[in-house]
């Protein structure tokens, strides 16, 4: 989806002339823009979280010569989807930090059975 995709669906939903969403998409992508510049967070529930995350100094390398390039610190844009924008990408998965309950018996291996 592409930002004219997205102020067509805004233009869209009621009574608004295409600049009006143009208005609507711009003043959204700015107020987040702005916030993250301030070094605020930006939480929108249901959906995630903009935040900014520190990346330290570092020595790089450039990829043509191979010869060392020292990558200054900076602070970079992050995005954390909520878990419900998780699970409605990846309906039906299983987190896997969830654990097998011990009366729910596992997959049987033929060669390798449970000791008795």
Known sequence: MTKA??????????????????????TLFESVIGALKANDKVEVRGFGSFRTRQRNPRTGRNPKTGASVAVPAKRVPFFKPSKELRDLVNPGEVRASRKAKPSEPGPVDAHHPPAM
């Open 5 to 26: 995709d997205l102020v067509d669906q805004v233009t869209a939903l009621g009574d608004l002339t295409r600049r009006d969403g143009e208005v609507i998409v711009d």
